[in-house]
């Protein structure tokens, strides 16, 4: 027994990179893990291998940029879970662009992937997480969300507001027992990372960057801690000599 037997935790982004990274470290703990994200047949390959690892995993396809699908989800776990320990939103999404030339379209899909549908999940979800004994809930942000260098206007502008949604969320909750999480990764190796570099023309070098499985067991480290305490923000970097 460790405090992740029996919980029940819902990743979103969980078929690939921090999110896989997670909800895989959850699940070698003893988690119930509930997966969320378009490509079904990714969350089905990530949560065959938990399966193998003795964990309950369930899939489900949404797309976060979608109120009705995230409604959807919210009333099928309502009706299945009597409660909820943990959510994570590690689903997201990002574009490069100058402000001067970025698709205003592009922009409305960021804020709606990586804002409103978190906001839209944990307001649906609350109900179950207060029900939780501890429920914590877990933003993986971006150094984007406290700095905003050239190139990333949009991408930087919905982390730094879901810098903000996490701090207000905070305030409003600890009062019932729940625990709110930012995380601020440096660049991580990850599909989205490979397409990052692409875009900048550089090689791309994974053993060079913080990997998934780091942000992993530091997040689970932050939530295991006794109910004395709570880490608020975590800002994580890659480490290396040559990087
Ligand atoms: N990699 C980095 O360097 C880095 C650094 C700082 C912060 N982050 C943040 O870390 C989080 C995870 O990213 P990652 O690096 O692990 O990249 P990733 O492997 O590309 O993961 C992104 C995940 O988001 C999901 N997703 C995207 N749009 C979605 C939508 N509309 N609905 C549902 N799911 C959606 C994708 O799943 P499907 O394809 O199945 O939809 C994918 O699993 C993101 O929030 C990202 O902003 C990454």
Request: proline share 4%; hydrophobic share 40%.
């Amino acid at each position: 027994m460790n405090w992740f037997t029996n919980k029940k935790a819902l990743v979103t982004g969980a078929g690939s990179g921090i999110g896989k990274a997670l909800a895989t470290a959850l699940a070698s703990r003893g988690c119930d893990l509930f997966l969320a994200g378009r490509d079904l047949e990714k969350l089905r390959a990530a949560g065959t291998v938990m399966e193998e690892m003795g964990a309950k995993a369930t899939c489900h396809q949404i797309d976060i940029s979608r109120d009705s699908q995230i409604k959807e989800l919210g009333k099928h776990l309502s009706k299945s879970i009597d409660h909820l320990d943990i959510l994570i939103h590690s689903a997201g999404l990002f574009h490069m662009g100058r402000l001067g030339s970025a698709p205003v379209k592009l922009f409305d899909l960021q804020y709606k992937t990586n804002v409103r549908g978190p906001y839209l999940l944990t307001q649906i979800l609350l109900p179950l997480l207060k029900k939780s004994q501890m429920g914590q809930v877990v933003f993986i942000n971006s150094t984007a969300g406290l700095r905003a260098p050239a190139g990333v206007s949009q991408y930087a502008a919905t982390k730094h507001a879901l810098t903000a949604l996490a701090e207000s969320f905070r305030q409003e909750v600890n009062k019932e027992g729940i625990r709110v999480l930012s995380v601020f990764p440096g660049r991580t190796a990850s599909p989205m990372q490979k397409r990052i570099f692409d875009l900048e023309g550089r090689v791309y070098r994974p053993e060079l960057l913080l990997q998934p499985g780091d942000v992993a067991e530091t997040v689970l480290n932050a939530l295991s801690l006794p109910s004395t305490a709570e880490v608020t923000d975590i800002s994580i970097r890659p480490f290396s000599k040559t990087y």
